[in-house]
């Protein structure tokens, strides 16, 4: 027992006093249900001479451990509370190793004056897909940039991006990767490959899609469509313009590709997005396969002869092969887009449909306000020519789809005067009120725009107008807010003459102001006017003499359909009910001095 107690405080132990070895740390276990030492009695701590249970020892406490030279929070004595770590090291020491800081959010459109942001605009310009100077504004040519890039990326294992518009760490890293890659190429260029490969290579798909080519069209999209039809095996020259080859060899394509796929493309030399899709989609197999595909064409029209064209008058007649059905758009059917809809490809599909009707919008992928106008404008203009309603809703559904391709393939909307043929898309008001429309010119020689229907139902008046000696123009129009703001400001001494900006009928596309108007003209209008939809108010002003006067060359279109006569002129089918033009709304009264003094009472 003594030998015990004599080893396990070791009083007399020998030591080199020279160097203090460390001390070692307490053994003492934190968690009392896993003390494996129990303790001692206080009987037998008075034995052995030990401290009694709580009292203070006097010795000097011992360091704390360490690890890696940061030290550690001290472990406390049974039935003692632990002591608090004071100080930001021992802090840090027990919490472990800081936290990495927050990564900033991803880069999107929105964000301005940002030093990151100009980082991704020199990369994307370095690489060839932005074309302006790095600003630190994220726009949306920064954004249209991006999403061409993330569209396009693929990595060296296949990794792709997704393609949402937003700087992501991903984004980021492709593009730093493929800007070295690039300035690689750029430092090594490789020998380009003969021209005749050269054409054989690039994708031929959208031909058709985005401009609708015809003869005589030139630029870019002319260039491509001749080469894909070189790669077909025709023999014509890539020279930029729709020449009478060019058709030939299309109208050529389109009876071959007809009589061998089964399809159903008009042989009319126009190339379209059906023709064009089927152009691309023989030149991939002509590249694919050896045999070349006009070759299998022809081919397999000798084998299968057509019946003979109708003989010539005094020969024995043949009968006639059955009439062939009218051409059916091919249309890919999906959801139904609307304005706010986030499906960008598709939305930038049905713009680009648009511009192919003449419609001057931006395809910027956007389904706003502006694309929704342009589409309801087209869904009254098909409704009135083809006589299929469709509800002018500005909704894409499948019916609406397959008008558009329709439209574009027959050229229905050709049926507008040359002058009326481009929409443009404008911010009118009504009632105070901003609402996107369609105006279109108006062919008087002027620069006047009315909305749609109100174009065209002037542009019939005028021409049955000249027709009886009648003259006269329009001298005011369709005005924006600048322009109504300009006009109050130049009256704002003749009460009455202009009105609020955000209130006038000029902001509405409905109203015209006469001018060069003579007397037959006068007449004219006074007594036909209605019937193609426009009335005279009669508004009254102040003039400059103080005296109050009528409003007589102001004019405005009031029905929301196209009257008869307007019909009549574009050979349309008339209505059962022709509509009238709406009463004017009754210009209020002045009240005079009396009533005033009344009211005031």
Not at 187 to 213: T, W
Not at 289 to 302: G, V
Not at 426 to 441: K, L, M, S
Not at 574 to 582: G, K, R, S, Y
Request: glycine share 8%; proline share 11%; net charge positive.
């Amino acid at each position: 027992m003594a030998d015990t107690v004599t080893q396990l405080r070791s009083p007399t132990l020998p030591r080199d006093t020279s160097v203090a070895p460390p001390a070692p740390a307490p053994l003492v276990r934190e968690d009392p249900a896993h003390d494996f030492l129990p303790r001692l009695p206080a009987f037998a701590r008075r034995i052995f001479g030990l401290a009694p249970v709580g009292a203070a020892s006097a010795a000097a406490p011992l360091p704390p451990p360490s690890y890696l030279g940061v030290p550690t929070r001290p472990l406390a004595t049974r039935g003692e509370p632990r002591a608090a770590a004071t100080g930001p090291r021992l802090d840090a020491a027990v919490q472990g190793p800081p936290a990495p800081p927050t990564p900033p959010p991803p880069m999107q459109r929105g964000e301005t004056n940002s030093e990151r942001v100009r980082e991704l605009q020199t990369l994307l310009r370095d690489i060839g897909l932005l074309k302006t100077e790095p600003d630190g504004d994220f726009g949306r040519t920064t954004e249209r940039a991006l999403l061409d890039f993330q569209s396009q990326y693929s990595g060296a294992d296949g990794e792709q991006l997704p393609v949402t518009g937003v700087a992501d760490p991903m984004t980021m890293r492709a593009l730093r990767d493929y800007k070295a890659y690039v300035d690689e190429q750029r430092k090594n260029p490789q020998p380009q490959p003969p021209e005749e490969l050269v054409e054989m290579e690039p994708n031929f798909d959208g031909i058709g899609a985005v401009q609708v080519l015809r003869l005589n069209a030139t630029g870019p999209e002319v260039t491509r469509a001749q080469k894909m039809i070189r790669a077909l095996g025709y023999d014509i020259e890539v020279t930029g313009v729709f020449d009478e080859p060019t058709r030939a060899a299309v109208a050529d394509f389109q009876s071959l590709y007809t009589l061998a796929m089964g399809a159903q493309l008009e042989p009319d030399g126009v190339l379209g997005p059906n023709t064009g899709a089927s152009m691309a989609l023989a030149a991939r197999r002509t590249r694919e396969s050896p045999t070349n595909w006009l070759e299998y064409a022809r081919r397999y029209r000798a084998e299968h002869p057509q019946p003979s064209p109708a003989p010539e008058p005094g020969l024995p007649q043949q009968p006639s092969p059955e009439p062939r059905p009218p051409v059916q758009p091919q249309v890919r059917t999906g959801p139904a887009l609307r304005q706010g809809s986030s499906d960008r490809a598709a939305v930038t599909e049905l713009q680009n449909t648009l511009r192919a009707l003449n419609y001057d919008i931006t395809p910027d992928g956007d389904f706003g306000p502006a694309t929704a106008a342009a589409l309801t404008d087209f869904q009254r203009l098909y409704t009135m020519f083809t006589g299929e309603v469709l509800v002018a809703d500005g909704v894409l559904g499948d019916s609406t789809r397959i008008a558009l391709m329709s439209a574009r393939q027959n050229r229905i909307l050709d049926r507008l005067p040359e002058a009326l043929r481009r929409g443009q898309v404008e911010v009118g008001y009504t009632r105070g009120t901003p609402t996107h429309i369609v105006v279109r010119a108006l062919g008087d020689g002027t620069n006047g725009r009315l909305e749609t229907r109100a174009a065209m139902a002037y542009y019939a008046m005028r021409a049955e107008a000249v027709q009886s000696g009648a003259r006269f123009q329009a001298g005011s129009s369709f005005r924006t807010m600048q322009n109504q703001r300009d006009i109050a400001r130049r009256y704002r001494n003749q009460p009455g003459r202009a009105a609020t900006p955000g209130y006038s009928t000029h902001q509405s596309g409905i109203a015209i102001d006469t001018e060069e108007v003579n007397a037959a003209g006068d007449t004219w209008l006074r007594t036909n006017g209605r019937r193609f939809g426009f009335v005279l108010p009669g508004y009254r002003y102040i003039n400059r003499d103080g005296h109050s006067a009528v409003e007589h060359w102001h004019w405005e279109y009031r029905v929301d359909r196209l009257p008869n006569a307007a019909r009549r002129f574009y050979g349309l089918p008339e209505l059962t009910q022709d509509p009238l033009p709406t009463a004017p709304p009754a210009a209020p009264r002045r009240a005079t001095r009396r009533q005033t003094r009344r009211a005031q009472r």
